[in-house]
């Protein structure tokens, strides 16, 4: 089945510095999304990329969807300490035949020390 | 807008017990709702994929049976999790699309259960 990985696992940053994470799928996704969960919450979603080498940008976050459709980052500039929380990557395999049902990646879960 | 409730946020029951979670939208009709489980920090697990009027659609290793799934209206949908075992314990998510065209999917606040 499909599997979507993300590194790092775990990131720890003083704040100030930037801070990436990358999602990497085993097949081919029609679209990828990002969302993020503070501790205790619910995810909340970010972004969408749909086209093969999107690049969107949100402030501080600059998100990339790869040219193959396999992989994506999220960048975050000068890091705060309202960006702790866990980053998800996910999206649907262009081999499901449907664009709704996500397979969510592992998660780069973001310490930023003040 | 496009807030998603989820009912109870906390349930400690006994094993052989049935649980049922409420999972609403508040402000949007939801053709389909999503239940995922998530395990302490890990990620989520696509449990089922709930459509309005028709029967869910489970992924593969999800026992129907176990995790009985109803979608009745375009606002709620519910998990009733059946004779639950302490192996059932977890944080059951919900999310839904507003079914305008978008593909972002709105999550509820989660229910924590427990089983002892």
């Known amino acids: 089945g499909q599997q979507v990985m993300q590194i790092p696992q775990y990131q720890h940053v003083q704040e100030g510095e930037d801070f990436t994470t990358y999602c990497n799928s085993s097949?081919?996704?029609?679209?990828i999304q990002w969302y993020k969960q503070r501790p205790g919450g619910h995810p909340v979603f970010l972004i969408q990329?749909?086209?093969?080498?999107e690049v969107k940008k949100q402030k501080r976050l600059t998100f990339q969807f790869g040219e193959a459709k396999k992989n994506s980052s999220l960048h975050i500039t000068a890091t705060q300490t309202t960006d702790v929380g866990t980053y998800f990557c996910?999206?649907?395999?262009?081999?499901?035949?449907?664009?709704?049902?996500?397979?969510f990646g592992s998660g780069t879960q973001l310490t930023v020390l003040p | 807008g496009a807030v998603v409730s989820q009912h109870p946020s906390r349930v400690i029951c006994k094993s052989g017990t049935s649980v049922k979670i409420e999972c609403r939208s508040l402000?949007?009709?939801?053709?389909?709702m999503f239940w995922y489980r998530q395990f302490p920090k890990q990620s989520l697990m696509l449990m089922a994929t709930?459509?309005?009027?028709?029967?869910?659609?489970?992924e593969q290793g999800v026992e129907k049976d176990k995790f009985l799934i109803n979608h009745a209206s375009l606002t709620l949908s519910t998990l009733t999790v059946t004779s639950a075992h302490p192996e059932d314990s977890s944080f059951y998510i919900c999310?839904?699309?507003?079914?305008?065209?978008?593909?972002?999917?709105?999550f509820g606040p989660g229910t924590r259960l427990t089983v002892t």
């Open positions: 999310s839904a699309l507003t079914g305008t065209g978008s593909y972002e999917q709105y």
């Open positions: 097949t081919t996704l029609s679209n």
């Open positions: 990329l749909v086209k093969s080498g």
């Open positions: 996910a999206g649907p395999p262009i081999s499901s035949g449907s664009a709704r049902q996500l397979t």
């Open positions: 402000d949007f009709q939801a053709t389909t």
């Open positions: 709930s459509n309005e009027g028709s029967k869910a659609t489970y």
